[in-house]
């Protein structure tokens, strides 16, 4: 199966300052078709997972644009460039490129 | 609305069985692949089965190839997986998901709870 390995695993972060995570695989995550599905979810606390980001960069519709997500090959970025308190939760990467689907281990971000 | 409501889990002993259920609505649930994943105690995501949307093809993670069964029933646009042979690190809650690569929907059910202890 393809590792995805975040970092950090925790990022306390000041109110209006910005924030990254890190998701590397052990596998290129392009696809035969030549897309890259790497997908990034949010998980508010007590909520189910939300999909941010599908095929790295693409933001899906109603997450603010201060989230960004960029990378390619094995290398992933998330991005947030002004923390606000709702964005408190837990951030994985997904790779949709070979079966079984994986997810990172998973970023607590909280306000410091 | 996106609407998918899982239901089934409870409390099972090492050994034995469980059908989970996943109504969906305020989509077409014909058209998509539906997948199981759980998420652990420590909060780890894994993606357990997939089943396309005619139910010609499914595709199982080896922690539960042989021992669970994914199935569909487009008429009523529920989803089930049947769960055999329950161990101890089965315990999570279990998510009914229209996992997306591309634009389109990807949209999460609310959970249900597995535990298997004896």
């Known amino acids: 199966d393809v590792v995805m390995t975040q970092s950090p695993l925790s990022l306390p972060v000041t109110l209006g300052q910005p924030a990254s995570i890190s998701c590397r695989s052990s596998?290129?995550?392009?696809?035969?078709?030549?897309?890259?599905?790497l997908s990034w979810y949010q998980q508010r606390p007590g909520q189910s997972p939300r999909r941010l980001f599908y095929?790295?960069?693409n933001r899906d519709s109603g997450v603010p644009d201060r989230f960004s997500g960029s990378g390619s090959g094995t290398d992933f970025t998330l991005k947030i460039s002004r923390v606000e308190a709702e964005d408190v939760g837990v951030y994985y990467c997904?790779?949709?490129?070979?079966?079984?689907?994986?997810f990172g281990q998973g970023t607590k971000l909280e306000i410091k | 609305e996106v609407h998918l409501v899982e239901s089934g889990g409870g409390l099972v002993q090492p050994g034995g069985s469980l059908r989970l259920s996943c109504a969906a609505s305020?989509?077409?649930?014909?058209?998509?692949?539906m997948y199981w994943v759980r998420q652990g105690p420590g909060k780890e995501l894994q993606c357990l089965s997939t089943i396309n949307p005619d139910e010609s093809r499914t595709v199982y993670a080896d922690s539960v190839k042989g021992r669970f069964t994914i199935s569909r029933d487009n008429a009523k646009s529920t989803l089930y997986l049947q769960m055999n042979s329950l161990r101890a690190d089965d315990t999570a809650i279990y998510y009914c998901v229209s996992l997306t690569n591309g634009a389109g929907l990807d949209s999460w059910g609310q959970g249900t709870l597995v535990s298997v202890s004896s």
């Open positions: 997904m790779q949709g490129t070979h079966w079984p689907k994986t």
């Open positions: 305020g989509f077409t649930f014909n058209t998509y692949w």
């Open positions: 095929m790295v960069s």
């Open positions: 596998q290129s995550l392009v696809h035969t078709d030549g897309n890259t599905y």
